[in-house]
């Protein structure tokens, strides 16, 4: 039935197409649909059936063989055969009941054989794995912290047939990528993993340096290399070597040390302390009066009984926070207070460092109050035997404080 045609039909994925030609041989008793199907479904027939009857079974029908484009790696290709069914109400003896001419020579047609036709499809989809980047920069901050993270997405180039899983190494302990193991099944071959690499500094310490500030050997960049390895039961992708990826990692510094204290004295009236920095602060994030303890290292029975109870702290100004002390203040000049790590920052606005390792003495105030003393006696001369009373309680200048009296007689 049909006419002409190759041995071997060729088309190709995403690319040519091919065509056979089909007509009856004689002409048929009744209608004759002749249906074509592909056995191995990789190609598509256009029509898909030829209609003959006796009318125009010896007009050519050209059937159009179209390859089925999939994402699938088949190497060359792959092959497939045109099957046809041939149906038909033959039927010689109605044929010749009706004395219809020609009867005799009236093919019979229901269930003919056809020879199935071999088809070549060729391949368009080549396995591979894309990966965005090959160099990549990523940076911590002055603490040691990941501060801007790098990324780069591998996807598949073509529908692997068996899970593909991608393995990332090869990075030191101090960086982290956001999916070590990247597991894509096939039926979601298409979706682009993202992978984010995250560094810090090369040591656990925080902050690096162990003085607080800026600089020290502990904090350096450095040069990762990220190795990806594959591991399927596709054969088309089990081979694939994947490409290193390498991350420069580096450093950025704050633009100054973390802020330290300049001074910290008594206040003129000696009813606080003020502490004051040598740069602008964060103020701790604090606003309005929070708890001493909040900013130094001491504990809150600590705090009351140096400061007095109901004693609180307040940042004035990003460069001054005052202790305004509570009933039963004892701190004296050349006590020491600490603050505590990791609380207090510089205003800056990429400061990552904190104040560490900051104590001070406490100081003078810069304007002392001097007590004066004004003592009353209850006479200026005395018998030996008389009472004296001395009054010193007009003194001032106490700070709010007990005062201590001496006394002492000169003959
Ligand atoms: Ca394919």
């Not at 340096?209 to 992708?237: H, K, M, P, W």
Request: glycine content about 8%.
């Amino acid at each position: 039935m049909v006419v002409g045609g190759p041995d071997v039909y060729e088309v190709a994925e995403g690319g040519i197409t091919s065509s056979f030609k089909v007509t009856l041989s004689s002409f048929p008793l009744s209608v004759v649909v002749v249906a074509f199907s592909s056995a191995n479904g990789a190609v598509t027939l256009s029509p898909n059936k030829a209609v003959f009857d006796f009318t125009n079974f010896s007009t050519e029908v050209s059937i159009v063989i179209t390859a089925n484009n999939d994402y699938i790696d088949q190497g060359w290709g792959r092959n497939d055969f045109i099957d046809a069914s041939v149906m038909s109400a033959d039927d010689l003896t109605a044929c010749e009941v009706a004395e219809r001419s020609l009867c005799n020579r009236a093919g019979i047609y229901n269930g003919v054989d056809f020879a199935p036709l071999h088809v070549t499809v060729i391949d368009d989809d080549v396995a591979g794995v894309s990966i965005s980047a090959a160099a990549l920069s990523a940076n911590f901050d002055n603490y040691g912290d990941s501060l801007e993270a790098a990324s780069y997405n591998i996807s598949l180039r073509s529908q692997p047939t068996s899970t593909v899983i991608i393995s990332l190494g090869g990075f030191n302990e101090f960086t982290s990528v956001s999916q070590s193991v990247i597991v894509i099944e096939p039926s979601s071959w298409d979706v682009v993993a993202i992978v984010t690499v995250s560094a810090g500094a090369p040591s656990s310490n925080r902050p690096v340096c162990a003085s607080g500030n800026r600089f020290c050997d502990a904090i350096v960049g450095r040069s990762e290399t990220i190795v990806q390895t594959v591991n399927t039961l596709d054969s088309y992708y089990a081979n694939i070597t994947l490409p290193t990826v390498s991350v420069n990692v580096e450093v950025v510094y704050d633009l100054g040390d973390p802020p330290k204290v300049k001074t910290g004295r008594f206040a003129n009236l000696l009813n606080s302390l003020v502490v004051t920095f040598d740069k602008s602060t964060d103020r701790a994030s604090k606003s309005g009066t929070f708890a001493c303890t909040a900013l130094l290292n001491m504990t809150s029975s600590v705090a009351s009984s140096l400061f007095g109870s109901g004693s609180k702290c307040i940042f004035t100004s990003p460069l001054k926070m005052e202790i305004i002390f509570g009933s039963g203040a004892t701190v004296l000049p050349g006590d020491l207070i600490t603050f505590k790590d990791n609380t207090l920052q510089s205003s800056a606005a990429s400061a990552s460092l904190f104040t560490t390792n900051e104590t001070f003495s406490v100081g003078l105030p810069s304007v002392p109050t001097i007590p004066k003393a004004l003592l009353s006696a209850s006479a200026l001369k005395v018998g030996v035997c008389d009472d004296l009373t001395l009054d010193g309680s007009a003194t001032t200048g106490s700070g709010g404080r007990s005062m201590i009296y001496n006394f002492s007689a000169h003959p």
